[in-house]
């Protein structure tokens, strides 16, 4: 919880993760600039993952991460330093994706920020390379038996190098995904493999057209694991929805001069659609 030096109660904004990331992988950078501008902002992790509970762990389940959205909306609407009737959604990646949804199903939230979001599973499958889907699929199909079993999930991973069984593995997302680590935090590069068999079937930017509160999508034009062609056609069809784009791939946003570029964009946006109080 980030909580802002102010007199009268904040907005509050609720933000996570993507694809098996935890909270300390740069999200602490957004919620501070946030918190700066006079926003709270409640930060959490999946249930399996990070400092959340859940057996077993490296679980990814679509289902289960949008009942933890709704979960963290409910509880960001009971803390009493903030304003609760003006709570704000931020995901990105996966959790771009997700708050499209979560922003569809609850008609009240104030405002909803998605970057780099994830809008089409079908979209990102094709993007990845052709026999690391095939070993994803195969060892996917020995997890769901397993989980049937009651054994020890079959993984995959979640960053690799061409080839290799993952869910990303583009050229840059090695070097873009596991920097975003810090030293010393604990993390697992791999999830339970029946993901693989979700993914291609979850097309989150189709909520776009149901969400009633101003929102707006981050699309970096360079992206290889969320193709950005099929969010911006998905972010056309909102009505409330505007989209920047930026000429960057899809984990150059989360540092340096990019960082500082869409964190401005999303502050200003903010500021006209969800003001703080004179």
Not at 80 to 97: A, I, Q, Y
Request: net charge negative.
């Amino acid at each position: 919880m980030y909580l802002p030096e102010s007199p009268h109660p904040a907005p509050i904004i609720v933000m996570a993760h993507g694809l098996g990331a935890v909270k300390e992988m740069r999200l602490d950078a957004f919620a501070e600039r946030f918190c700066d501008a006079g926003y709270a902002c409640l930060v959490f992790d999946y249930r399996h993952f990070g400092a959340s509970d859940g057996r077993p762990r490296q679980l990814l389940s679509i289902k289960r991460q949008l009942e933890d959205w709704a979960a963290a909306i409910a509880y960001a609407r009971s803390v009493p330093e903030v304003d609760r009737g003006r709570v704000v959604l931020w995901g990105t990646s996966f959790g771009g994706g997700h708050v499209m949804v979560a922003g569809a199903r609850d008609n009240h939230v104030a405002a909803v920020i998605a970057q780099c979001p994830f809008t089409d599973g079908l979209a990102s499958t094709l993007a990845l390379d052709p026999v690391s889907a095939l070993k994803v699929t195969s060892r996917a199909v020995a997890d769901l038996a397993s989980s049937v079993l009651g054994r020890t999930p079959v993984t995959v991973g979640l960053a690799g190098e061409g080839h290799e069984a993952a869910l990303m593995t583009a050229p840059d997302v090695v070097r873009g995904y596991l920097p975003l680590i810090p030293d010393g935090q604990p993390f697992t590069n791999e999830v339970a493999a029946r993901i693989g068999l979700s993914i291609p079937f979850h097309r989150p930017g189709r909520a776009l057209q149901h969400i009633t509160c101003p929102v707006l999508v981050c699309v970096c034009d360079r992206d290889t694991v969320a193709p950005p062609r099929q969010t911006v056609r998905f972010a056309r069809q909102g009505p409330t929805t505007q989209f920047i784009r930026y000429p960057q791939g899809h984990f150059d946003i989360y540092r340096g001069e990019a960082f500082e570029e869409v964190v401005a964009d999303q502050v200003d946006f903010l500021d006209r659609v969800v003001p703080l109080p004179e």
